[in-house]
């Protein structure tokens, strides 16, 4: 199975500050066809998860452009340009090149 | 718009099956797949295996393989997930979400149904 870890787990930002999340897997997410099979989702406090970036850094319908996804291989960052309060959750990176699919433990964000 | 609805909570004794169904709708239910994914308390995300609705074929998690099936009623835009052989360790939040054709992420997700195995 491909193991997916985060960090940090816990980061702490003040609004407005930019904030970013780093995700890295047991073995390379690059697919022959040229994608990163890289997603990120944010589930907030008491809701389901949502898709942020999707293919490594393609943002999901609706998301603000403050997010934005970069990396390949085994490395990848989710960054936000200026926090907001509503961006409180936790973030959770997948990997979906092979089954099972497997995410990241989850870095909690909150707002300082 | 786009949207799965999930069935509602449930509470099972140890032993038993759960069966969640994830209603869909605002899109063409046949050209995507659903996911499913279950969430402990407190703890993270666990992906549990997926179907392809316009065929049938489906992949489980290997550590539930043998306990979980998961089918479609294309009819009535439903997909379905039933558990069997009930732990406490089940305890959790179940979540059907639609899955990409192509590329598997998932773009929409349901509310997520309440399962409590407890004696």
């Known amino acids: 199975d491909i193991v997916m870890t985060q960090s940090p787990l816990s980061l702490p930002v003040t609004p407005g500050e930019p904030a970013s999340i780093s995700c890295s897997s047991s073995?390379?997410?690059?697919?022959?066809?040229?994608?990163?099979?890289l997603d990120w989702y944010l589930q907030k406090p008491g809701q389901s998860p949502h898709l942020l970036i999707y293919l490594a850094s393609s943002r999901a319908s609706g998301v603000p452009d403050r997010f934005s996804g970069s990396g390949s291989g085994s490395d990848f960052t989710l960054k936000i340009s200026r926090v907001e309060a509503e961006d409180v959750g936790v973030y959770y990176c997948?990997?979906?090149?092979?089954?099972?699919?497997?995410f990241g433990p989850g870095t909690r964000l909150e707002i300082k | 718009q786009v949207q799965l609805v999930q069935s509602g909570a449930e509470v099972k004794e140890p032993g038993a099956s759960v069966k969640v169904s994830c209603r869909a709708s605002g899109y063409t239910f046949a050209s995507s797949g659903i996911s499913w994914v279950r969430q402990a308390p407190g703890q993270g995300l666990e992906w549990m295996g997926w179907?392809?609705?316009?065929?049938?074929?489906?992949k489980y998690a290997q550590k539930l393989q043998g306990r979980v099936t998961m089918t479609a009623d294309t009819s009535t835009t439903t997909a379905y997930m039933e558990l069997r052989s009930l732990r406490s360790d089940d305890t959790a939040v179940y979540y059907c979400?639609?899955?990409?054709?192509?590329?598997?992420?998932?773009?929409?997700w349901g509310k997520g149904t309440t399962v409590t195995v407890s004696s």
């Open positions: 997948m990997q979906t090149l092979q089954t099972p699919i497997t």
């Open positions: 979400a639609r899955r990409a054709t192509a590329f598997y992420y998932m773009d929409v």
């Open positions: 179907i392809s609705i316009y065929n049938g074929d489906t």
């Open positions: 073995q390379s997410l690059l697919h022959n066809n040229g994608y990163n099979y």
